[in-house]
């Protein structure tokens, strides 16, 4: 797969959006493994823009595996600066399963309860409301009506 091409302005950005990150995986003595790759790759899918620092003294070698990754995963290289080589490479979108039928869930609430006094600390209470219950503005929790069919509409003579 080829490597991503960008503009330098394009590069630019990226390191500057790179500056503060931390390396993400590490090239130690074994140098660029299967499993090293695989890392990479997963990184690149999970954050995009990522740092590598590699654990070698020699120039070439890093430039060589720089180039290697950056072909290798289609990435972009961005950045090759001493031991650490960042890359980039846009996030895949994720398929989401839709279901129709599906209704939504529970979901956890915190209600605060002011005293009648004004000087006391209001009450915190955690409520968990069921996908066919609303919460009203007092804090009580209503269940949802099910909707009514009109006798007349639903009636055809």
């Given at each position: 797969m080829p490597q991503i091409q960008l503009t330098p302005t394009q590069r630019r950005e990226h390191r500057a959006d790179a500056h503060h990150l931390d390396p993400v995986v590490m090239i130690g003595?074994?140098?660029?493994?299967?499993?090293?790759?695989?890392?990479?790759?997963?990184?690149?899918?999970?954050?995009?823009?990522?740092?590598?620092?590699?654990?070698?003294?020699?120039?070439?070698?890093?430039?060589?595996?720089?180039?290697?990754?950056?072909?290798?995963?289609n990435a972009a290289p961005i950045q090759h600066i001493g031991k650490?080589?960042?890359?980039?490479?846009?996030?895949?979108?994720?398929?989401?399963?839709h279901d129709d039928d599906r209704m939504p869930g529970p979901r956890d609430v915190k209600v605060l309860k002011f005293s009648k006094r004004g000087g006391q600390k209001p009450e915190v209470k955690q409520i968990r409301v069921l996908g066919n219950q609303r919460l009203t503005a007092g804090g009580q929790i209503k269940r949802a009506k099910p909707k009514m069919k009109s006798v007349k509409k639903g009636h055809n003579d």
């Open positions: 003595g074994d140098g660029l493994t299967p499993g090293v790759q695989k890392e990479i790759d997963a990184a690149l899918n999970a954050h995009g823009l990522i740092k590598v620092r590699v654990f070698g003294d020699d120039r070439a070698a890093r430039e060589e595996m720089y180039q290697q990754l950056a072909d290798t995963l650490l080589l960042v890359l980039w490479r846009p996030i895949p979108e994720k398929e989401k399963a």
